[in-house]
Antibody
Framework: QVQLVQSGAEVKKPGSSVKVSCKAS????????ISWVRQAPGQGLEWMGG????????NYAQKFQGRVTITADESTSTAYMELSSLRSEDTAVYYC???????????????WGQGTMVTVSS | SSELTQDPAVSVALGQTVRITCQGD??????ASWYQQKPGQAPVLVIY???NRPSGIPDRFSGSSSGNTASLTITGAQAEDEADYYC????????????FGGGTKLTVL
């Protein structure tokens, strides 16, 4: 069974960047999309964007356009999410999730990483 | 873009049936998926597609859809079902984006 293991917690200064990794093990990596979802303390889930490793093209939520970069390295079965120009409002748990598309175009995030806490503080 | 709307909180008596709803224009075109999240844990997929449960999800969880509303029903709610529940779907604007509902806190009394 595929597992997604994320990198550890980060503490960053405002204005800096953070790069979170998500390594897949136990199954096929390239043929599935990987999405990134964040959750601010006490708040709901927010989709940031995603990538299909075999194609290498990422898709971003409008809110994060220009600030987020999602990439994937097929050779190491690892996806990355880099967020720049960090501000305090970016303090959140960041999750990666395997993304599957079903009949009728529905989307489901069936396997999740354990989450990475990113704290932005001066 | 589109939005998905959920009631912030719902309660159910132990062993009774509860329905959690999710409304949005995109649900006229795409099925919703549902996620359960307990404090300090990553979300878990419980329903996807028309009404599909991943392996390991109890059959008391079911999904349905009508018009712009998707529903997650728990038949015979258990204490361990107390959690936050989120819906999501494809964005109907055709840009392959994804949108989440704001989440529903389920309390089992």
């Amino acid at each position: 069974q595929v597992q997604l293991v994320q990198s550890g917690a980060e503490v960053k200064k405002p204005g800096s960047s953070v790069k979170v990794s998500c390594k897949a093990s136990g199954g096929t990596f390239s043929s599935y999309a990987i999405s990134w979802v964040r959750q601010a303390p006490g708040q709901g889930l927010e989709w940031m964007g995603g990538i299909i490793p075999i194609f290498g093209t990422a898709n971003y939520a409008q809110k994060f356009q220009g600030r987020v970069t999602i990439t994937a390295d097929e050779s190491t079965s690892t996806a990355y999410m880099e967020l720049s120009s960090l501000r305090s409002e970016d303090t959140a748990v960041y999750y990666c999730a395997r993304t599957v598309y079903g009949p009728g175009g529905g989307v489901a995030f069936d396997i999740w990483g354990q989450g990475t806490m990113v704290t932005v503080s001066s | 873009s589109s939005e998905l709307t959920q009631d912030p909180a719902v309660s159910v008596a132990l062993g009774q049936t509860v329905r959690i709803t999710c409304q949005g224009d995109s649900l006229r075109s795409y099925y919703a998926s549902w996620y359960q999240q307990k404090p300090g844990q990553a979300p878990v997929l419980v329903i996807y597609g028309k009404n599909n449960r991943p392996s390991g999800i109890p059959d008391r969880f079911s999904g349905s859809s009508s018009g712009n509303t998707a529903s997650l029903t728990i038949t015979g709610a258990q204490a361990e079902d107390e959690a936050d529940y989120y819906c999501n779907s494809r964005d109907s604007s055709g840009n392959h984006h994804v949108v989440f509902g704001g989440g529903t806190k389920l309390t089992v009394l």
